[in-house]
């Protein structure tokens, strides 16, 4: 199945961990953003799975950074109450898909992550293509060429804003 990152909780780590492995999908934990930064580094995951106990900068900026430089990797929160504003914030700039408040159950979990997943087929290839046309608007085109280019490039942001619509962001 996927590739999971759990990152900084050790309820997750157990309880949410076995879980998941259970349902077939391979998971890597992180006890902290800096292990999270190290396991990003050495391999790709599909999703990643994180607490926030307290509104802290690091792991803000660890999420907003993993976003941005793993855009195929779906991310999934779970925040407190009292934190939940971080994590919403973060779903409302695109760089998690899915905020979950606790107290969660692992039905909730699982079902996050499968969202997220699918999501995250959908946006794959919305990269991939993206990273073509780039490359296709840095070379010299015709005229003709040049406005196909632009009609494909508005179609793709029409396809990729409805899948932003079914992943909640990103």
Known sequence: MAS??????????????????GAGHVITLAGSVAEARKGLDER?????LSVVESRGRSLEGFLE????????MAIVLVCSETNAHAGEDLRRRGHVAE?????????QVRDAAQRALEGRDLLTPIASLRRGMRRLQATELSDGSREILKGMARQLETLASRARSVTGGR
């Open 4 to 21: 999971i990152l759990v990152v900084e909780d050790p309820i997750l780590d157990s309880t949410v961990t076995r879980f998941l492995e």
């Open 99 to 107: 905020v979950l408040r606790q107290p969660v159950t692992l039905v």
């Open 65 to 72: 950074d993993a976003a941005t430089q793993r855009p195929t």
């Open 44 to 48: 790709p995951f599909q999703l990643m």
